[in-house]
Each structure stands twice: as structure tokens, then as C-alpha cells.
């Protein structure tokens, strides 16, 4: 392994001591040290020095694991990926290891054909592979052998004696192996880790970027321990095994310090533990977290203001904690007070005051927020506004001068508005105190070490997708072991950042839908959640199929429910009749509803009575109210301020297109554009309404 090193020129200077008696995986890991490579680079090395390919386990056949026994396998670490009648290929960390491909070829009849993975993976494939059993006691050897790694479990927090009542709880394997399961999840940037039962095996899975992924099998009688060893040292009660328990830890790996949050829940005569991974150590700044540069130039602004309530919203991981620390790294600056109100305190900030709720001893979001207000505070935290009481008391702070960071359970930006009716509060008070609202999703992003690029045609998915979204993908997800196989490694935001202006406050305080407050919102500048996403789709950082599971088909379902309702309804203004005939005809052969008014008055008329259209067009030059008074009108009503605009103008000038979209317009088109140039502005307008 050092001369391999050595060519590959990854060590420089550096001569590692490998006995010639180590073991493979002893090799691999001094030289994997000395070099800092991963072992999906030092697997690619070793394959090109002895000119054969890297082993890919997501393709191994099955029918080839009854050609091997499993302690052959295991002893001689190799792993079988497909056979033949004349040929058995394997994986192996190995290819010098002649004694095994003598006794392959005596022992199956076929030749053996080797491809190079590192110790560590063949490891966990043949873990994977055959009986739980059997791998929780490989794990547990793997354990002994690294129990002096820096990578060891400690427990910080010391638990009391009185809290250990069972001693097979105490035994060593059970605490080295639920010892394993904390460091796996750690090393693997797992954010939870949940512990499931079955009705003879259970369940080891990791929530990495989001998405579910299983670890390891465990006979019952293991996992059980497991979770009684969890509850000691979270200082539950493992004797109760009838009632929903939460707690709390402090353990250390390596040089890093981690809280984990427990919680058991009983299951069918068994337990469910889920355990919530905090890196206490951590600290993130909004520029850390990728933020698209508009939305964060937008969550600034609504920072800027000294009172008021900024809500941040989305549903549970989805970064909500992350980006409010991240905006109270921004603000304190020492120059204010700013103080929190959390349940639980997930990660500690120095210079400010934090605020650990406690049902139990009477101290509620609402109590704790009413006593903060006597401590003169600048900038308040509140880690979640569930109820009316707390609402109400965020309210009357934004509106004695706090600015109030919270969070509320919405789907977007625009619901934290009837979320906030939802809690008691009233329109007029929160059109004064509401600054503004984020909601956000992560995505995953694709893996570096194994994304490629789009070339050439895309598969029918890819097109389907593309057809549906109308942007093409540029990379596409495959999968190696640096990302467990998935494809994506590491998440961004995806954001849309609603600011108040005076359209959207008048909006609200006249009780309008969800619907108005959002084309609303997105004409004072909100960029909708699913147009960030296909941006980072653009930049080759994440893919379509990953915008899809996360965000859903928006624009596809918005699209299916205006077919349900009928076609898009458009108001044509114009005083000449040739021009409304020759508009009427045009959009009705492309499916469009259209109705016409000679000048402004008579659109007004309309509107009043039935503004439910969407899109108006209107001439600029009209007898009575022309265009760009007509325009000021749609905008400066509450009922209409929302809908879309099309001006047709007879000239072309940079002046009076800037004077135009200034005033409100969405768009223009000239009197002399074709007919295809015409109907394609409609259609981009009206799309744009739907998103």
C-alpha cells in the first residue's frame, strides 16, 4: 500500500510504517491516514495499479452468494459481486492475496476475477448481507479493536448511579455497540437516528440530508438493551416502557462535544427511540448556509427593522432553527440585547441570553416571553408561537418596540398569515406588527465525487421532468460510498422571503385569500419557493427528481387545478373594435375566455362586479380614462391590486417601458408584434400567475 501511495504520489515526504505482516485493513487505514485520501480515492489508486476496476456493490447479483460460503468470505474478506459458468467475480481490498483466488477457483470450479474495494466496505456489505445476528457480533469485534480510537464514545453529562437498574444494560457489548451506533451516525452527518422494533429483527436507521436510510438489522433481544442503554443515559426510566418518555445528553466523539435528544415511544409491546443529533460546537452564519443572494438580501432587510415580528416557517427539518441562529449571529453585535426563549436550547450563543422552557415548573413560551419583556430587551427569540397567549404577548412586544424572531407551523410564507388568524390574533394588528415571513425547504444536493454531467440525450424521466418544469437538468445523480450510494451528499436552502409593502398590508386588513396575498407578495418581489429550486436545477447543484420530492409537481398541480375551473379568463380594453376582434380571436384559439370593455370606465364596471379574471389587457391610448389611469386604478384597489396587466402601446421607447412597469405593469408589448409574439406574452404572464 505505501509503494502504490508512493506512485500515485499522495504521500510526499511522508513514509508511513506498515509492518509486512499488517493485516489489509491495517494497511489501508495507516496509509488512508498518512495520505488524508478517502477510501473511494485510495480504492480508484489501488485499481489502477494493479490495472482492474472498482468494485460497485449496488450491482452485485445475489445468486452469486451460493457460490461462497459465508466464513470463507469472511476470512478471506472478499465479497461476491456475479458469476458465471466459467468465471466469479469478487470484490476484495487484496488483489496480492493468491491463497484466496487459488482456493476460489479449487473451491467453486470457475475462475476468480478480482475488482478492489477498501476493507472497510466489503466489511459492511457482507454485514448487509447475511444474518443480523451475525453482523452485530463483527460489529462488536470491529468495536474492540478501535476502543482506543479518538473516535470513542464518551458520555460528558455523569449520569447517577440510581438511574442503572438492569445489569445487562451494563454489559460491555451492549454499551460498545450502542456506542457504535452514536459514532456511525455522527461520522456519517446523520441528523437523527431512529431505533425501530420489528417482530423478530428490528431496525437501525439514519436520517442523513434528510432522507431515511438504513444502517443495520438487530435480533430484538439486542435492540431492546440498546434502548434501555439510550435511556440511562438520557436519565430516563427504563423500567417504564408503557408511556412516551423525553430526555436529554451530552457525549463527546473525538474532539467534539454532541447533545442528543431522546425520545421513546411505545410500539407493539416494544419501544421506538428516536435520537436527535446536535452539534452543540457548531456554528453558522447565513452565509454558511448557501442562501440564494436575493432571498438573503431580502431576510436582511426585514432584520433591519428594530420592532416587529419576522416569522420564519416550514415544517420540522427544514432548517428553520439553523437559519433564525444564523440571523442572531448577524445581529448581535454587541450593541443589543437580544434574548431567547427555545424548547429546547439547541445550540449555545455566546452574548446571548437564552431561555429554556419548562412546562413542568410553570415556565411556558407565553410566561417566559412576558418576563423577558421586563429585561429590556432589543431583539427577542421565540422558538415557537403555538398558542394564542404567546401570539398575543409577540404582538404586544413588536408593537412596544421588540423585534420578535419566531417561528410558526405553515406551509409558506404567505400561511403564516391565516396561521397567525388560526391563534387568535386579529387582522388590523397583524398588518401593523407582521415585517415579513421566510418559509423554507432543503434540498439535497448532488454528490461531488459522483455526479455527472448531462450529455447528449435525456431519458424519457429526465424529459418528462423537464417538460413539466421547463428547465433541462444538467447533472445527474449516480451514487459511490462517499454518499452511501444515494447520489446527493449535503443540502441547500430553498427559500421564498415575503417583505409587507402597502398592496399586501392593505391586503390584509381587508381579510383577502391566500391566493391574492400571494400574487400579491410576489409583485412587491417574492420569488416562490419552487422557482429558487429550479435555479440551484440551472447551476447543476441538485436535480429535478430531488426538486420534485421535496417541493412536489407545484407548477403541474397549480396548472391541473385551473383546468378544473375553467380556462384562464382574460378582460380586453381597447376602444378600437378591430383590435379587440382581432385579440378575441387569437386568445380563443389558444383555449382563452375573453371578455371586452371599450374604455377604462367600463372596465372598472366589471372588475367591481366580477374581478376574478386572469390577465387584463388594455390599450394605452383611450377616450375618457386611458391606459396608464385605468393602470392606477387596478393597482390602487385592494380587489384588483393582484391581477396580472398587459400593456399593448403604439410606441417602443426604454422611457416609457421603465415608466410602465414603475406603475405597475407586468408586461408590454407593442401594437406592431406579431400574432405569435403576442399570444407567447399572454401565456408567459399568465404562467408566471400560476407559480
Known amino acids: ?156 453529562e455523569a449520569m447517577g448511579p440510581e438511574a442503572i437498574t438492569e445489569g445487562d444494560v451494563q454489559a460491555t457489548p451492549v454499551v460498545k455497540l450502542t456506542n457504535l451506533i452514536i459514532r456511525d451516525a455522527i461520522s456519517q452527518g446523520a441528523s437523527d437516528i431512529h431505533i425501530e422494533p420489528g417482530r423478530r429483527i428490528g431496525t437501525v436507521r439514519y436520517r442523513v440530508d434528510g432522507v431515511l436510510r438504513k444502517h443495520m438489522d438487530l435480533p430484538m433481544s439486542a435492540l431492546n438493551r440498546v434502548i434501555s442503554r439510550v435511556k440511562i443515559l438520557s436519565k430516563l426510566d427504563i423500567t417504564d416502557r408503557l408511556r412516551p418518555q423525553d430526555g436529554k445528553a451530552r457525549v463527546q466523539v473525538g474532539n467534539s462535544a454532541y447533545d442528543l435528544r431522546v425520545s421513546t415511544l411505545p410500539a407493539g409491546g416494544a419501544e421506538k427511540c428516536v435520537i436527535r443529533v446536535l452539534d452543540s460546537s457548531s456554528s453558522v452564519t447565513l452565509e454558511d448556509l448557501n442562501v440564494p443572494e436575493l432571498e438573503l438580501g431580502r431576510f436582511r432587510q426585514l432584520l433591519s427593522f428594530r420592532e416587529g415580528i419576522v416569522l420564519v416557517t416550514g415544517p420540522t427539518g427544514s432548517g428553520k432553527t439553523s437559519t433564525l441562529y444564523g440571523a442572531l449571529r448577524e445581529l448581535a453585535d454587541g450593541k443589543v440585547n437580544i434574548m431567547t426563549v427555545e424548547d429546547p436550547i439547541e445550540y449555545e450563543l455566546s452574548s446571548i441570553t437564552q431561555t429554556q422552557v419548562e412546562t413542568k415548573q410553570g415556565l411556558t413560551f407565553a410566561s417566559a416571553l412576558r418576563s423577558i419583556l421586563r429585561q429590556d430587551p432589543d431583539v427577542i427569540l421565540v422558538g415557537e408561537i403555538r398558542d394564542r397567549e404567546t401570539a398575543e404577548t409577540a404582538a404586544q412586544a413588536a408593537m412596544t418596540g421588540h423585534l420578535v424572531l419566531a417561528t410558526v407551523h405553515a406551509n409558506d410564507a404567505v400561511s403564516a398569515i391565516p396561521r397567525l388568524v388560526d391563534l387568535g390574533l386579529q387582522y388590523s394588528i397583524i398588518a401593523s406588527t407582521l415585517r415579513g415571513a421566510l418559509a423554507q425547504r432543503l434540498i439535497r444536493k448532488v454528490c461531488n465525487n ?32 462517499e454518499c452511501g450510494f444515494s447520489g446527493y451528499r449535503g443540502r441547500l436552502p430553498v427559500m421564498e422571503v415575503m417583505t409587507l409593502g402597502p398592496r399586501l398590508t392593505a391586503g390584509i386588513e381587508a381579510r383577502k385569500g391566500t391566493v391574492t396575498l400571494n400574487k400579491l407578495a410576489q409583485q412587491g418581489g417574492m420569488r416562490p419557493m419552487h422557482a429558487v429550486g429550479l435555479d440551484w ?58 371578455h371586452e370593455a371599450e374604455d377604462g ?91
Open 537 to 594: 436545477v440551472r447551476e447543476g447543484a441538485t436535480t429535478l427528481v430531488e426538486i420534485e420530492r421535496v417541493l412536489g409537481q407545484t407548477l403541474d398541480e397549480l396548472e391541473k387545478d385551473g383546468d378544473e375551473k375553467g380556462p384562464p379568463r382574460i378582460l380586453l380594453v381597447d376602444d378600437d373594435e378591430g383590435a379587440r376582434v382581432m385579440m378575441k380571436t387569437l386568445l380563443e384559439n389558444e383555449g382563452f375566455e375573453t
Open 450 to 481: 459522483c455526479a455527472e454531467p448531462v450529455q447528449g440525450e435525456l431519458t424519457p424521466d429526465e424529459e418528462g421532468l423537464a417538460k413539466r418544469h421547463g428547465v433541462e437538468p444538467t447533472v445527474r445523480a449516480v451514487g459511490c460510498p
Open 601 to 691: 370606465h367600463e372596465a372598472m364596471d366589471i372588475l367591481k362586479l366580477d374581478p376574478d379574471f386572469s390577465l387584463v389587457i388594455l390599450d394605452l391610448a383611450m377616450p375618457a380614462m386611458d391606459g396608464r389611469e385605468l393602470l392606477n386604478t387596478i393597482r390602487g384597489s385592494v380587489d384588483t391590486a393582484a391581477l396580472p396587466v398587459l400593456i399593448r402601446t403604439g410606441s417602443e421607447t426604454a422611457s416609457e417601458e421603465t415608466e410602465l412597469l414603475e406603475a405597475g405593469a407586468d408586461d408590454f408589448v407593442t401594437k406592431s408584434a406579431g400574432a405569435a409574439r403576442f399570444v407567447a406574452r399572454v401565456k408567459a404572464i399568465i404562467r408566471r400567475s400560476l407559480l
Open 1 to 156: 500500500m505505501v509503494r502504490i501511495a508512493q506512485r500515485a504520489d499522495l504521500l510526499g515526504d511522508k513514509r508511513p510504517d506498515v509492518p509486512p505482516d499488517a493485516s489489509p485493513e491495517d494497511a489501508w487505514r495507516t496509509v488512508a491516514r498518512a495520505t488524508g485520501a478517502s477510501e473511494t480515492k485510495l480504492s480508484q489508486v489501488v485499481a489502477d495499479f494493479f490495472r482492474m476496476t472498482v468494485a460497485d456493490f449496488s450491482t452485485a447479483d445475489p445468486t452469486a452468494f451460493l457460490l461462497v460460503p459465508e466464513d470463507f468470505a469472511r476470512k478471506h474478506r472478499i465479497f461476491p459481486l456475479s458469476g458465471s459458468d466459467r468465471q466469479l467475480v469478487l470484490a476484495t481490498s487484496d488483489p496480492t492475496d493468491m491463497e484466496a483466488e487459488r482456493l476460489i477457483g479449487f473451491t467453486t470450479g470457475r475462475k476468480a476475477v478480482f475488482q478492489v474495494a477498501s476493507p472497510r466496505a466489503i466489511q459492511a456489505a457482507l454485514d448487509a448481507r447475511f444474518s443480523p445476528e451475525k453482523a452485530v457480533e463483527n460489529l462488536l469485534g470491529n468495536l474492540e479493536l478501535e476502543a482506543e480510537d479518538e473516535d470513542a464514545v464518551k458520555l460528558v
